[in-house]
């Protein structure tokens, strides 16, 4: 007979599912995605590419019809991949700086309401729903109309206008752990309010809220995009996702290129986002 000898205390790992393997490989290549789109950001100007608002050839050129400039050229002549790198770093300055604004703001907001309670905590309330009474697109409009359209003008009109779904998530987290022993237990050996906030609320509020940021950031690109395909969003001749396509409309029927790889740079990096943070979600429920 063979006898099977086990160790005590020991149990072999779970099986990984295909399931499992299909999302960490998703998240994995969503995050070299995120990665090289950073990369390609930041040192844009050490690339040997052409100038994104002046020409680099004949207008219209198709693709990998001349080097380096393998994705063409727009309707005036501007390389396309030149204005696409320049454009991703627009897009990920403005969705990158909204919202980290919407999550400190937010996040600092709803821990407030849930410590302070009372008239503070109603207070709160009021402010965001008043902010979230007005409609988000009209109010951005109404924005463009009054002040100069930028970078700096985008990262604040939508930091602010996304502060609301940070302070509910915020506050929710912080009401879960206000009955929590070690929160009872700081406030018995007289701890006080700084301490209370920053040491035993806020650091458990962090997690939920940076999962959510990842998502938002995905939805920042889309209204940045949008808005600079109406022509209130990045000004002209600053490359833009959402302007590249609006330029690129009215030749769609010889250069489909100049629509479709901005439209395509727009999707990839939404859904690694998306996907990013769903995983970041999913580990933060398991921990």
Request: net charge positive; proline share 8%.
């Amino acid at each position: 007979m063979t006898a099977t000898i086990t160790t005590a205390g020991t149990s072999p790992d779970p099986a990984v599912t295909p399931r499992q393997k299909r999302r960490g490989a998703a998240f994995w290549l969503a995050t070299g995605w995120l990665g090289l789109l950073a990369l390609l950001a930041l040192f844009v100007e050490l690339l040997p590419l052409a100038a994104p608002d002046a020409p680099a050839g004949a207008p219209n050129l198709p693709p990998f019809a001349a080097f380096p400039e393998f994705l063409g050229t727009d309707g005036i002549g501007r390389s396309v991949l030149s204005r696409l790198v320049h454009g991703a770093r627009i897009s990920l300055t403005v969705s990158i700086g909204a919202t980290l604004l919407a999550a400190v703001a937010g996040g600092l907001l709803g821990v407030l309401a849930a410590y302070l309670r009372g008239p503070a905590e109603s207070a709160i309330g009021v402010l965001l729903d008043t902010v979230l009474a007005f409609p988000p697109l009209l109010l951005l409009l109404a924005l463009a109309a009054v002040v100069r359209p930028g970078v700096g003008t985008l990262v604040a009109s939508l930091g602010l206008l996304f502060v609301p779904p940070f302070a509910r998530l915020a506050k929710a987290a912080a009401l879960s752990r206000l009955s929590r022993e070690y929160f009872t237990a700081a406030r018995a050996l007289g701890a006080g309010h700084g301490r209370l906030l920053f040491r035993e609320l806020l650091p458990g509020c962090v997690a939920p809220v940076a999962s959510y940021a990842v998502v938002m950031a995905a939805l920042m690109i889309m209204v940045e995009g949008a808005l600079s395909f109406l022509g209130v969003g990045i000004p002209p001749p600053a490359p833009s996702w959402g302007a590249m396509i609006a330029a690129g409309k009215d030749f769609l029927a010889v250069a489909p290129q100049l629509v479709l790889v901005p439209c395509a740079a727009m999707f990839l990096t939404v859904l690694s986002f998306n996907t990013a943070g769903e995983r970041l979600r999913a580990r933060g429920e398991d921990a």
